[in-house]
């Protein structure tokens, strides 16, 4: 098993910014990928962004430029740095954890824009 703990939700104004991060631990060995996803009110869960163990990364259109996903290997941790918030980014934001074809997921932490 693998247990996800993320942190660092909270309320922003647009414009302004947030870290994330969520803390793995448990059975980490060969976690692969970490992600970033986003449940807004009333809509489906999306990719916010994702690294690779090899450090390699993907977004989603709507975040490229302003947010960034990177990795401490060494703490077992993924952060996703948000810079120029904007209100259309409010959701829960759940961190996730691939091994092999198992896919673990955080407890989601609410991230709030206001105008």
């Known amino acids: 098993q693998v247990q996800l703990v993320e942190s660092g939700g909270g309320l922003v104004q647009a414009g302004g910014s947030l870290r994330l991060s969520c803390a793995a631990s448990?059975?980490?060995?060969?976690?692969?990928?970490m992600g970033w996803y986003r449940q807004p009110p009333g809509k489906q869960r999306e990719l916010v962004a994702a690294?690779?163990?090899?450090?390699?990364?993907n977004y989603a259109d709507s975040v490229k430029g302003r947010f960034t996903i990177s990795r401490d290997n060494t703490k077992n941790t993924v952060y996703l740095q948000m810079n120029s918030l904007k209100p259309e980014d409010t959701a829960v934001y759940y961190c996730?954890?691939?091994?092999?074809?198992?896919?673990?997921w955080g407890q989601g932490t609410q991230v709030t824009v206001s105008s």
């Open positions: 996730r954890a691939d091994r092999g074809f198992i896919m673990y």
């Open positions: 448990g059975s980490i060995f060969s976690i692969n990928t």
């Open positions: 690294i690779t163990s090899g450090s390699s990364t």
